[in-house]
């Protein structure tokens, strides 16, 4: 089993920047493929970013990509997501996810066994 703590989430003015991090304890970190995700009040939660369990492969959602970075320390057992340029719709609750069901990890979140609990990231117009 694998325990997720994330951090870094805060209030920001639009256009300004915020790195978030996700913890992990437990299993070997980097046999996981690690994602994040996003979710809103009344919507679905939605991906955000992931990165394959070498950091070899990272891909992202359109509304995200230019501005999002996801990397990996596996030596911390960290990975981290830089957020440049923030956006109003960016508003979310922010969660880390991990699975060994892929080695590229996936963008859909019925694929991750194990969240963190979640930071709250809030953007002001």
């Known amino acids: 089993q694998v325990q997720l703590v994330e951090s870094g989430g805060g209030l920001v003015q639009a256009g300004g920047s915020l790195r978030l991090a996700c913890a992990a304890s437990?299993?070997?970190?980097?046999?996981?493929?690690m994602g994040w995700f996003r979710q809103a009040p009344g919507k679905d939660r939605e991906f955000v970013a992931g990165?394959?369990?070498?950091?070899?492969?990272?891909y992202y959602a359109d509304s995200v990509k230019g501005r999002f970075t996801i990397s990996r320390d596996n030596g911390k057992n960290t990975v981290y997501l830089q957020m440049n340029s923030l956006k109003p719709e960016d508003t979310a609750v922010y969660y880390c996810?991990?699975?060994?069901?892929?080695?590229?990890?996936?963008?859909?979140?019925?694929?991750?066994?194990?969240w963190g609990q979640g930071t709250q990231v809030t953007v002001s117009s």
């Open positions: 437990g299993r070997t970190f980097s046999n996981y493929a």
């Open positions: 996810g991990a699975t060994q069901r892929s080695k590229r990890g996936s963008d859909s979140p019925t694929d991750y066994d194990y």
């Open positions: 990165i394959s369990w070498r950091g070899v492969s990272t």
